[in-house]
């Protein structure tokens, strides 16, 4: 029989795995997906609602007002704000603009699983450099892997899965050892929940290095997940290719004034994100206490590095009404929600390392 060719790339394509949702009627805490455990806000609710009644009409193709408040929000010119469908969006079309076909794209590994796939998308060959044990990206073997082929290179700070920022003095010999014409893409997904005083701080480099991009989303500290709004902050050159690549209309209406309403609501994310940042030193401080080693997070997660043992943990988990997220054969990820979230969880970490 006679079938359409797929791309060979799609072959070795790693699948994306969503975090388990919890179904069958039972009640589960979902620390799945890295999501905000909180409702929207009454305004951004407000928004949503009076955005309703032009979705007949295509939205804003630039997403003009959105991307005035997020330069003045950022302290950044106009021209350097993209936004797009999630931030993972934009990781697509940041690669689109400027990889050629057998390029290499060096990524830290473990990290967020969207990087290989959208790599391999891209056309571009990625070039894996492993975490170290205790969590962190290993930047001076990244440098390291650079090539004359490479043209990008992801950062992810806070990584996720593992939990660490990137420090302000790793990144800066960093970027002094790259070549300037390598894109260095900062995924800052958690940026809001940073706590450490010496982690790096993005906006600051990017005003040094015209190389350097920035990625930022509304789906976590703004708990915007189920809209898909993000956005990367390039240099006006960078940014315009990144726009060129983009998906037409890739920011919904509703998207748009959800985020504006977000932005205008500063306080009220703050507290709750300095809520999270508290209930994550509770789930760091019982886990240490009951003798598990967990890496340092600044993100709303925490990362056990069970080996072989993650996905029986995780199932186990999800029988007491927890869902987590595993890797098989390599860790669980748990997201920080709610407080007897934290309590059931503590729980069945408490009877494995009992056992
Ligand atoms: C490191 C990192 N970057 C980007 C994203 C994508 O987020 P979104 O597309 O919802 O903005 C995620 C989501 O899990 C992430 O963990």
């Known amino acids: 029989m006679t079938r359409v060719p797929l791309r060979r790339a799609l072959a070795d394509l790693p699948p994306y795995v969503p975090g388990a ?7 589960a805490y979902k620390l799945s997906s890295n999501e905000n455990p909180y409702p929207p806000l009454p305004s951004v609710m407000a928004a949503i609602a009076d955005g309703a009644v032009d979705v007949n009409r295509y939205p804003d193709m630039y997403a003009t007002e959105l991307t005035e408040a997020i330069a003045r929000h950022l302290d950044v010119p106009v021209e350097s704000v993209v936004t797009g469908g999630g931030s993972v969006a934009l990781l697509g079309h940041v690669l689109a603009a400027v990889c050629e076909a057998g390029d290499e794209v060096v990524l830290p590994w473990r990290s967020f699983e969207a990087y290989p796939i959208y ?5 571009a060959v990625g070039v894996p450099v492993p975490v170290g044990t205790d969590g962190r990206l290993d930047l001076v073997a990244m440098a390291a892997a650079v090539t004359p082929r490479t043209r990008v290179m992801l950062v992810c700070t ?5 939990g660490p920022a990137v420090r302000a003095d790793e990144l800066a010999a960093l970027l002094d050892a790259v070549p300037k014409d390598v894109l260095v893409l900062l995924d800052e997904a958690y ?3 940073v706590r450490d005083p010496e982690a790096a701080d993005g906006l600051a480099v990017f005003a040094e290095h015209p190389n350097v991009v920035l990625l930022r989303t509304f789906s976590k500290a703004y708990g915007l997940a189920g809209l898909r709004v993000g956005y990367a902050v390039a240099r006006p050159r960078l940014a315009a290719a990144i726009r060129a690549a983009s998906t037409p209309f890739g920011v919904s209406h509703i998207g748009q004034l959800a985020a504006l309403a977000s932005l205008a ?3 009220e994310m703050r507290t ?3 809520a999270i940042v508290a209930e994550r030193a509770r789930m760091l401080t019982g ?12 993100a709303n997660f925490v990362w056990l590095a069970l080996g072989e043992h993650a996905k029986s943990f995780a199932d186990r988990s999800a029988r007491a009404g927890v869902l987590v997220r595993p890797f098989a054969g390599d860790g669980v990820r748990i997201s920080v929600g709610e ?3 934290t309590d059931l969880l503590l729980e069945v970490t408490a009877e494995v390392v009992r056992r």
Do not use: Y
């Open 191 to 193: 940026v809001e929940f």
């Open 21 to 27: 949702r919890a179904g069958g009627g039972a009640m």
């Open 287 to 298: 886990l240490r206490a009951q003798g598990w080693h967990v890496p340092d997070s600044q």
């Open 119 to 123: 790599v391999t998308l891209a056309g």
């Open 265 to 267: 609501a500063q306080q």
């Open 158 to 162: 806070p990584n996720n899965p593992t």
């Open 272 to 274: 709750r994100v300095d």
């Open 339 to 341: 407080t007897e979230a």
